[in-house]
């Protein structure tokens, strides 16, 4: 291949990597500017709607179950991956109007699972093991 193709090639990958690829700080911030709701239902409308489309991806996985992937169209997962992605942004914006960067919940919540895990106490049960 000659230099300037792989050159090429190189600079897409990183594009394309980068496209793909966003802290959750950043998501929030743009997830913030797509939050259209009334100021007087804040918190309690980004955490209905999380409660909601968190359904929406178990009612898919649940007719994944019943009906096998024959019955599914072809791209079943990007359809649950695009529910997962509405839960996030639900997450996002549920976060922000409690004043808590998504990023600051995702490292923590990681902290806190590596800890049960160096501990043995991954499985099993209760918020303070
Ligand atoms: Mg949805």
Redesign the pocket.
């Known amino acids: 291949m000659p230099e300037h193709e792989q050159a090429l090639r190189d600079e897409v990958k990183v594009w394309i990597e980068r496209k793909y690829s966003m802290d959750f700080n950043t998501y929030q911030k743009t997830a913030k500017t797509t939050a259209i709701y009334p100021a007087t239902h804040k918190i309690l409308y980004p955490a209905l709607g999380l409660a ?2 968190a359904g ?1 991806v178990a009612n898919k996985v649940k007719k994944l179950v019943r009906d096998g992937t024959s019955s599914l169209p072809k791209e079943w997962k990007e359809q649950i991956g ?2 997962i992605g ?1 839960v996030l942004w639900y997450c996002a914006v549920l976060a922000d109007d409690l004043g808590i960067s998504l990023g600051k919940i995702a490292s923590e919540n990681e902290i806190k699972l590596q800890g049960r895990k160096k501990r043995g106490m991954i499985s099993g049960s209760g918020d303070s093991r």
């Open positions: 909601g489309e929406e695009s529910e509405d």
